[in-house]
Every structure is written in C-alpha cells, then in structure tokens.
C-alpha cells in the first residue's frame, strides 16, 4: 500500500491542474517488447485516457508513472494510437466529474480512473459506458454496475501491517494510527483493516488517529504537532507514510517506535539503514502498490479487443521482506514507491487464475522503475 492518498509540497501545486495533458512525450518507456507480449495485435486505433482524482503523494505519482510508461510502450509497439493524462487539483469528485465529462467529449476508447469518491462518480461512469467507453476503475473504486475493477486486497494491507506491528510490541503498547486520504473508499477499507487487527490485541492501545494523506512531508508535520500532547508511543501503523512519521519522532528526540515499512523509495532505504546499524533489527513492508495502473491499461485493451474479463480483478500486494529488500531499493528511486510494471501476459495470468478461483501470482520484482 497497496489510497489506494491536503496535499503536502507545495512545489507539487504546478502539477496537479485540471487540463488535460497529452502524453506524447512521458517519461522514459522501457522495452516495449516486454508489454506487448500476450497477442494484442497492432492498430486498432485506441486511445486510453487516465482520469486521476488525486496527486499530491508519491503513490499516486508513481501509478500516473506506471501508467505513462505502460502507455508509451503499447504506443511505440502499435497497440494504441494515444493516450492522454487528467490529473485534478483538488481531490473533490465535483472536479473528477467536471474532468470525465470532458473526456467523455474527446471520444477516447477507454477511461482508467482513480475515483474520489465511491458513489459520486457513478452517473458520469455510466455516462461514458453508454457512449460505448470501456471504464476500468482501479485502487480507490466507485460502484457502476458498468465499470470493471482492478484492486489491491487493501483490508489486507492494513490488517497485514497493524499486526506486525502490534507482534512487534509483543502484543502490548500504545499506538499511534497515522491514517491516509479520508474520505477515500481505499482509505477506509485500509483503516478498516488496521483497526481489525490492533482489536485483537486487548493490550493495544490507539492514543490518536491523524491524518497523514500517504505523505510524508504532511505525516511529519502532523505528528511533530503532535508528539508534544502524546505519552510515550510503543507503536506506529501508518497508511503509506511510516518514513515521515519516523522521522518526526527523530526530529523531536524522541525513541523511535516500531512500524511496519512503507515502500516508498525513502522508506526502504530508511530501513537498510537500520538494518546496517544493527543486523538484528526485524521488519517487513507491505503495502497496495501504484502499478495497478498498469494492470488496469491492459484489462482495458482485452476488454477492447473482445475478451472475457471477470467484472473485479484483485492484484497483490507488493511485500517487501529482508530477502528482497535491496533488489527492491535498486528499482525504487526517492521520490518512487515499489511498482510492479505489469505486462500483457502478467494480466492475462491474472485474469485466468481469477476465473478459476485461484491465487493470482505476483509478478517479480521488476528490472527498472517506471
């Protein structure tokens, strides 16, 4: 996490406008051969336009990077003709609505979206289903009966790093539940998930919820607000922002508590460090990651291209243990979160593990950033 995230930097207001960007020239690809693999057959003349209803945390700008390169990659390979980028500014599914229709005018054959809101957007999804537009809703949901899903297990995630936090701490402490972008339907399945685990320890103890919007720059300043009012904290479960949480606590002088990683590129060389400084030291890093984006672009060409594909897929969660650790630095840059690039085939995989009620297999750890 595995959002599913105020904005924090001001640097990024530049960013986030509600214009469409065409993505002719994104970032640097990659090896198209590597996307293309899996049968779809060149020039059908699609366009895919992302619709993102947030920006302002490094999750979110990495899965607008997975997007980017996976695009440019089925470009360059024939497999669409474009793509395009609508980013809006302030997280309100008003402005998502607003963005969607007017995509809706430029007549793209697919709209990926990153929903603000799990019913608001649910008209003009189905707007655009009856103007003959596949809609691939991926990490935060709506609810059309038209839109087809792509999913982290977020519960899961949360569940999954409470309680090894809480195992850390022996099952005893006070805890600090630095939570992500409330209001968000991924937000709220995730903090749902932390507050299961942590119930099932009698001895834990959550002293204060905050809001951190999975960034670090805002969880570390919400919690050196905080810390001065707070007893001694045993614990911190945070929602994609342990590193800033962390380093409040170091900035405050205080005993840094237990945490469950984040897998942001600064988090995971956060934890190196520790793990150098002493070889005993124990974590792990679990957490939806942004590369659903990708997952969610080719479930969006096999639906193009007339094949069957359950109406929810859920992607794993990327975890980071000590084994992986450095593979998944080498591809995690700062300023990244850990993203698995999903190919054609990786999807594919999934979407026939799924019909048969199987596990759907993680991807390995992916040789570049995106």
């Known amino acids: 996490m595995l959002n599913r995230r105020s904005v924090g930097l001001a640097s990024l207001a530049v960013l986030v406008g509600m214009a469409l960007v065409a993505c002719s020239s994104p970032g640097d690809g990659g090896s198209s051969p590597s996307q293309s693999e899996g049968g779809a057959q060149p020039q059908h003349g699609y366009t895919i336009a992302l619709s993102n209803s947030f920006l302002g945390n490094s999750w979110r700008q990495t899965m607008v990077k997975a997007f980017e390169h996976t695009a440019k ?199 190196r460090g520790l793990l150098d400084a002493d070889e005993n030291y124990k974590g792990s890093s679990v957490r939806s990651e942004p590369g659903q984006a990708s997952a969610a672009f080719w479930v969006a060409i096999e639906l193009l291209e007339g094949r069957d594909v359950p109406q929810t897929l859920t992607v794993p969660n990327i975890l980071v243990t000590q084994d992986t650790l450095d593979q998944w630095i080498k591809v995690t840059p700062p300023g990244n979160v850990a993203a698995w690039l999903w190919t054609q085939a990786q999807v594919q995989a999934a979407i026939e593990a799924t019909v048969a009620d199987k596990t759907v297999e993680a991807p390995p750890v992916p040789d570049a950033a995106p």
């Open 73 to 271: 990659d089925a470009k360059d390979a024939g497999i669409i003709k474009d793509y395009v980028v609508s980013n809006t500014s302030q997280n309100t599914a008003t402005e998502q609505i607003a963005q969607i229709k007017s995509l809706i005018l430029t007549k793209p054959s697919a709209i990926l979206i990153n929903s603000a809101s799990p019913t608001a957007l649910n008209p003009v999804i189905d707007e655009a289903c009856n103007a003959g537009i596949v809609v691939v809703v991926f990490d935060s949901l709506a609810s059309s009966r038209c839109e087809y899903d792509v999913v982290n297990g977020l519960k899961e995630y949360g569940y999954e790093s409470a309680k090894a936090v809480a195992e850390a701490l022996g099952g005893s402490g006070d805890v600090l539940l630095i939570r992500g972008i409330v209001g968000s339907a991924a937000e709220d399945l995730i903090h749902s998930g932390m507050v299961e685990a942590l119930d099932e320890y009698p001895n834990i103890k959550i002293v204060q919820e905050i809001t951190g919007q999975a960034s670090d720059s805002v969880t570390q300043e919400a919690v050196l607000s905080a810390l001065p009012s707070l007893p001694t904290i045993d614990g911190v479960v945070a929602d994609g922002s342990s590193y800033g949480a962390l380093r409040a606590f170091e900035s405050a002088g205080r005993e840094l508590p237990a945490a469950s990683f984040d897998n942001s590129g600064e988090s995971l060389r956060y934890w």
